[in-house]
């Protein structure tokens, strides 16, 4: 469970970006952030793993306080939270599997991670993630080789292999198609409902948010405006978290893909596991 009492964060050029959020994540809950450029949503996430240092508030993850944490303590914890990126973050010259693996790193020694040497149990763990996440038969890819969403599985799977308690996860369809996107958003939420975990997606698309999540919290200017079901997402609270507009076209339910099997998801296919033991 994710704890936030009163967070803020105040630049030292003296710009506000946050101003005592308070809010509560339960194990299995996605939660969908919404609201204008500059509403701080980004620096919401990026201060729960304290990337960016908040100027007051306490940040709990189960019992642990991560504003209380030492540098050392900090890179500890951060092995239990993992991100996901907009832009994927891969290492663009290394494989599916290596990059997958190096969701590792804060668990193994410096010299092993440097020969890419892995335990044989994360190896198996990162097989088996592939094998949910879709991408079976792109093992032995390099990362330059992939598709967006290819790439945003190699994202989600690398994530998973922290085995985190909380995920953080920013704008993860913004560079992909519409259908992509709903693929996507639909891996996130069933994986996280199957071991979980909770987790707190930034996404501008409010109609896939409305299609994906049960919650949704809206921020404008750095403070909590809404946090209730997507239902409750009236023309009027839309207008509070972004401005007047017409609401009509955002305000809808997005049908579901018939079909949910695309070009990038070839299932559970056998597995080539002749670099296993190059990796161990």
Same mark, same amino acid.
């Given at each position: 469970?994710l704890?936030l009492?009163d967070?803020?964060?105040v ?8 101003t005592?959020?308070s809010?509560t994540?339960e194990p299995?809950?996605?939660?969908g952030?919404?609201g204008p450029?500059?509403?701080?949503k980004?620096t919401?996430?990026?201060c729960?793993n304290?990337?960016?240092e908040?100027?007051s508030?306490?940040?709990y ?9 030492s540098?050392?303590a900090?890179r500890q914890?951060?092995?239990r939270i993992?991100?996901i990126?907009?832009?994927y973050?891969?290492?663009?010259r290394l494989t599916?599997?290596e990059n997958v693996?190096?969701?590792r790193l804060?668990y ?9 040497k892995?335990?044989p149990? /994360?190896? #198996?763990? $990162?097989?088996r993630?592939?094998d949910?996440v879709g991408l079976s ?6 990362a330059? +080789?992939?598709?967006?969403?290819q790439r945003?599985r190699v994202?989600?799977a690398r994530a ?5 308690d909380?995920l ?8 992909l ?7 996507i958003?639909r ?8 071991r ?9 698309d409010?109609a896939?948010?409305q299609?994906?999540?049960?919650r949704?919290i809206?921020?404008q200017?750095g403070r909590?405006?809404f946090?209730?079901?997507?239902e409750?997402l009236?023309?009027?609270?839309l207008?509070?978290?972004?401005g007047e507009?017409?609401?009509s076209?955002t305000?809808?339910? /997005?049908? #579901?893909? $018939?079909?949910d099997?695309?070009?990038?998801h ?7 596991r002749?670099?296993? +033991?190059?990796?161990?």
């Open positions: 469970m704890r009492n967070l803020s964060k630049y030292a050029t003296g710009d506000r970006a946050l005592e959020v809010l994540v299995g809950q996605v939660v952030l919404i450029s500059g509403a701080g980004s919401l996430i990026r729960i304290r990337l960016v908040p100027t508030g306490q940040i993850l189960g019992d642990m306080e991560i504003t209380g944490l540098r050392g900090l914890a951060r092995r993992g991100m990126f907009q832009e973050a891969l290492v663009e599916v599997m693996l190096s969701g804060g193994v020694g410096f010299w092993r991670s440097f020969f890419r892995f335990p149990d /994360a190896v #198996e763990n $990162a097989y993630l592939l949910r038969d792109h093992v032995n890819k390099r330059d +080789a992939l598709s967006g969403g945003q994202g989600i998973l292999e922290q085995d985190p909380l953080l996860i920013d704008e993860p369809t913004a560079s198609d519409p259908k992509t996107s709903r693929q958003m891996l996130i939420v069933e994986i996280c409902d199957e979980g975990l909770p987790a707190i997606i930034n996404i501008h409010v896939l948010a299609q994906f999540v049960r949704v809206g921020l200017a909590v405006v946090d209730g079901s997507p409750d009236t023309a009027d609270v207008t509070t978290i972004y507009e017409d609401w076209a305000i809808r339910k /997005a049908d #579901e893909d $018939a079909d099997v695309d070009g990038e070839h299932g559970s296919a056998s597995i080539d002749e670099r296993l +033991a190059g990796l161990t």
